[in-house]
């Protein structure tokens, strides 16, 4: 069965600092895509990245990163130098594709809330 | 706009009435997708459209929900004598087409509708 966790429910960092969301997923399937979506107060679901299971490489945006890691089934996110505007609620997401025009709905873990304080 | 909306943004309802809830997908976007989120939780899959044929409906929490995509297009979801239990967001998505193991399309999320049922 595919299942997304992510075990940190809230998180609270002072501005500047450094903050890593952890993410652990379990799937039946070779191919397969990871997914952060942030969600801020106003509610509507931003895409942050999109991984494909063959590619784990770790990537990096700005002061996002992501490190994906399949021998432990995990994609954390990091945010480097935390802002204010960073608060909101992150999603991790898994999706498996294997078949053309199937349904590849979202699995969604529960959400971390990241507080940053000024 | 060019992103997807959904309206109405916000609907209290009284506990027994029937609630209709609008999504206005991305133009020339095939699959579309309906999710609920509870508060303090991640989506959750309803149902998926792929044009007007209702592909997967195994979301659905009971069969007061009702969904259609008549056109192919602009899709409805029909909530039958509301329930305290379904106060939550509902979100829409809509994408492409349908992914494959070579290839992604991103789903694309409106802001969605806020149910509250008293």
């Known amino acids: 069965a595919q299942k997304v966790t992510q075990a940190q429910t809230e998180i609270s960092v002072v501005e500047k600092e450094d903050v890593t969301l952890d993410c652990v997923y379990e799937t039946r399937d070779t191919t397969y895509y990871l997914f952060w979506y942030k969600q801020p107060p106003s509610g509507e679901l931003v895409f942050l990245i999109r991984r494909n299971s063959f590619d784990e490489q770790n990537e990096i945006s700005g002061r996002y990163s992501w490190n994906f890691q399949k021998s432990t089934s995990s994609f954390n996110f990091t945010i480097t130098a935390s802002q204010v505007v960073d608060s909101a609620v992150y999603f991790c997401a898994l999706s498996e594709a294997l078949y053309l025009d199937s349904n590849y709905q979202l699995i969604w873990g529960a959400g971390t809330k990241l507080i940053i304080k000024p | 706009g060019a992103g997807v909306s959904q309206s109405p943004r916000y609907k209290v309802a009284k506990r027994g009435q029937d609630v209709a809830l609008r999504c206005d997908p991305i133009s020339g976007h095939v699959s579309l997708f309906w999710y609920q989120q509870a508060l303090g939780q991640g989506p959750e899959f309803l149902t998926y459209?792929?044009?007007?044929?209702?592909?997967?409906k195994s979301g659905l929490p009971s069969d007061r929900f009702f969904a259609e995509r008549p056109e192919g297009s602009v899709s409805t979801l029909k909530i039958q004598r509301t329930q305290q239990e379904d106060s939550a967001v509902y979100l829409c998505?809509?994408?492409?087409?349908?992914?494959?193991?070579?290839?992604?399309?991103?789903?694309?999320f409106g802001p969605g509708t806020r149910l509250t049922v008293l």
């Open positions: 459209f792929q044009n007007e044929a209702q592909l997967d």
């Open positions: 998505a809509s994408s492409l087409e349908g992914g494959s193991a070579l290839s992604y399309n991103e789903q694309f």
